[in-house]
T-cell receptor, first 113, second 113 residues
Framework: GDSVTQMEGPVTLSEEAFLTINCTYT??????LFWYVQYPGEGLQLLLK?????DKGSNKGFEATYRKETTSFHLEKGSVQVSDSAVYFC????????????FGKGTLLTVNP | DAGVIQSPRHEVTEMGQEVTLRCKPI?????LFWYRQTMMRGLELLIY????????DSGMPEDRFSAKMPNASFSTLKIQPSEPRDSAVYFC???????????FGSGTRLTVV
C-alpha cells in the first residue's frame, strides 16, 4: 500500500541553522504531496504542498520539491527560528474516489536560541 | 470561518464508560476525517466521510468504535465501552475536493483510567 517514510527525530538545531527533514514515499501512482506542521497542543496545519513532479511548494521560508525520480519530498529551510519548533509531518494523497491522506510518523524539531 | 471545531478539548473517563467526541467541520467542506494520534502509532485514519456518507471505515479498530455524520455540519465518534488503550488525541479534519488540503481541529485528548 501507499506509505510515507520520514527521518526519525528528534532534530535539535540552533537558531539560524539550515534545516532538512527527509521524506520519501511509496505509491502506486502519482500522488499529491504535503507537509503539515503541528505546534504544541494544536492540530495539524498545512505548511506546503506539491501536486506534480518537479513542483516546488513553499511557505514561511520552508520549501520542498516533488522529485519523482527519487520519490522524495524533503523539507528545507535556510535559517530556522525558535518559533519553528514543532512536529513536522510529510503526507501523500492519491486523488480519486478516496481522498485520504497517508502520513509519516512525524519529526520533532527543537530550535534553541 | 471558525475552522474545524472539536469538543470537548479534554476528556477523562473511567474504563467501561461511553465516550462521545464531537466535530463541526468547515461550512462547505464535503469530506470529513477522524484520526487518532498516539506516540506509538502516530496518526491513524479511523474513518472518512464524503457528503455525509462513510466511505472508508477500515481504520476503525473494533466494534467498540462507531462514527456518524447525520448532516453536513456535525459528526460524532463514539467509544463504548472505553478502555485504557483508547487513550490518545483524536483529531477531526475536513476538506473540499482536491487540490485542497485538510483543515484539522485542535483535537480531543482522551484519557481512559
Amino acid at each position: 500500500g501507499d506509505s510515507v517514510t520520514q527521518m526519525e527525530g528528534p532534530v535539535t538545531l540552533s537558531e539560524e541553522a539550515f534545516l532538512t527533514i527527509n521524506c520519501t514515499y511509496t505509491a502506486t501512482g502519482y500522488p499529491s504531496l504535503f507537509w503539515y506542521v503541528q505546534y504544541p497542543g494544536e492540530g495539524l496545519q498545512l505548511l506546503l504542498k506539491a501536486t506534480k513532479a518537479d513542483d516546488k511548494g513553499s511557505n514561511k521560508g520552508f520549501e520542498a520539491t516533488y522529485r519523482k525520480e527519487t520519490t522524495s519530498f524533503h523539507l528545507e529551510k535556510g535559517s530556522v527560528q525558535v518559533s519553528d519548533s514543532a512536529v513536522y509531518f510529510c503526507a501523500l494523497r492519491m486523488d480519486g474516489s478516496n481522498y485520504k491522506l497517508t502520513f509519516g510518523k512525524g519529526t520533532l524539531l527543537t530550535v534553541n536560541p | 470561518d471558525a475552522g474545524v471545531i472539536q469538543s470537548p478539548r479534554h476528556e477523562v473517563t473511567e474504563m467501561g464508560q461511553e465516550v462521545t467526541l464531537r466535530c463541526k467541520p468547515i461550512s462547505g467542506h464535503n469530506s470529513l476525517f477522524w484520526y487518532r494520534q498516539t506516540m506509538m502509532r502516530g496518526l491513524e485514519l479511523l474513518i472518512y466521510f464524503n457528503n455525509n456518507v462513510p466511505i472508508d471505515d477500515s481504520g476503525m479498530p473494533e466494534d467498540r468504535f462507531s462514527a456518524k455524520m447525520p448532516n453536513a455540519s456535525f459528526s460524532t465518534l463514539k467509544i463504548q465501552p472505553s478502555e485504557p488503550r483508547d487513550s490518545a488525541v483524536y483529531f477531526c479534519a475536513s476538506s473540499l475536493a482536491p487540490p485542497g488540503g485538510y483543515t484539522f481541529g485542535s483535537g480531543t485528548r482522551l484519557t481512559v483510567v
